[in-house]
């Protein structure tokens, strides 16, 4: 847990598939095993970019993959990794999940907002109960992939239960943004609480930011990201840019603000932001295919697929911005991450 408070490029684990849309075990490892060579300091497992569907009866996906996760990087990380379980659902639901990850070994888990009819009250009863299981990290998503408006307070008192380990900030909006960092300062916790950029649109901005709030200067300590799920190793030297620009390195702030929207302009052609989102798995997968890291692009649900134009824009970026790319690095060691 000091890796998280400490701050960490944390990806977002992708689903890997065969052709029959069954889990690829040897290629789900081989990513795992991926992020752990890339320096990442920790994955996020059952989380919307390894698809909410693993969940259902008829799939029976949810404990197969959080188990191959968590038992590989138990046996092959060579460095300290924070394990993090998506959690969803109504609180037995959300509970049940946190249970099982507990029992996997994970460190906390990432609560997902996404509970039709609840209030902010009932949301935090839900997270109270689960965090009685495991640390918890909150979790503000964009409304375009089911998030809502949490206010200010609802998030002030979020930080204050005495589990919560950090909160990830997406809802891909300045203000929000804004809004949950103040509400988190102004919580008798805020000290405890680590802050996470989940802002896909724009990275390196939410990372360089520092949030004067009152008695504090407030950052985000990392990213817990679907974006860093792909170019794994990239995103790890730009963290470690972004600390070097945070303490005073004039040539390395001078970097990151170059990229700042070069990264923005990559996540839109990953994440399909012209299609609205539909096909920023597939995105996802493209990108690892492409490395050989994935046979394929399949989804569990057989409409999620690249958008008109969208593998083309990723060609795109990947040609315009070559210090975004780790295929050299990737093209090295996949063999052996596939052994």
Known sequence: MDVLAEGAVIPAHPLALGADRKLDERRQRALTRYYLASGAGGLAVAVHTTQFEIREPGIGLLAPVLELAAETVRNEAGHPVVTVAGACGHTAQAVSEAELAASLGYDAVLLSPAVPGADEKGLLD???????????????????????????????????????????????????????????????????VALYTGNDDDIIGDLLTPYETKNTRRWFAGGLLGQWAVWTGSAVTL??????????????????????????????????????????????????????????????????????????????????????TDDDFVAEHVDDWLS
Request: include cysteine.
């Open 126 to 192: 839900r997270a109270r109960a689960v965090g009685e299981v495991l640390p918890l990290i909150g979790f503000y998503v964009q409304e375009a992939v089911g998030g809502r408006y949490l206010s200010p307070s609802f998030w002030s008192s979020f930080a204050d239960l005495p589990n919560t380990a950090a909160i990830k900030i997406a809802p891909f909006d300045r203000y929000r943004t804004a809004d949950v960092v103040r509400a988190v300062a102004a919580a008798d916790r805020s000290d405890e």
């Open 239 to 324: 963290l470690d840019q972004v600390r070097r620009a945070r303490a005073g390195d004039h040539d390395a702030m001078v970097g990151c603000l170059a990229r700042r929207p070069e990264l923005t302009d990559a996540n839109s052609a990953v994440f399909d932001v012209r299609g609205g989102f539909r096909g920023c798995i597939a995105g996802v997968h493209e990108v690892l295919r492409r490395q050989g890291l994935l046979e394929g692009i399949w989804c569990l649900d057989p409409k999620e697929v690249l958008s008109p134009g969208q593998a083309e824009e990723i060609t795109r970026v990947a040609t315009a911005y070559p210090w975004l």
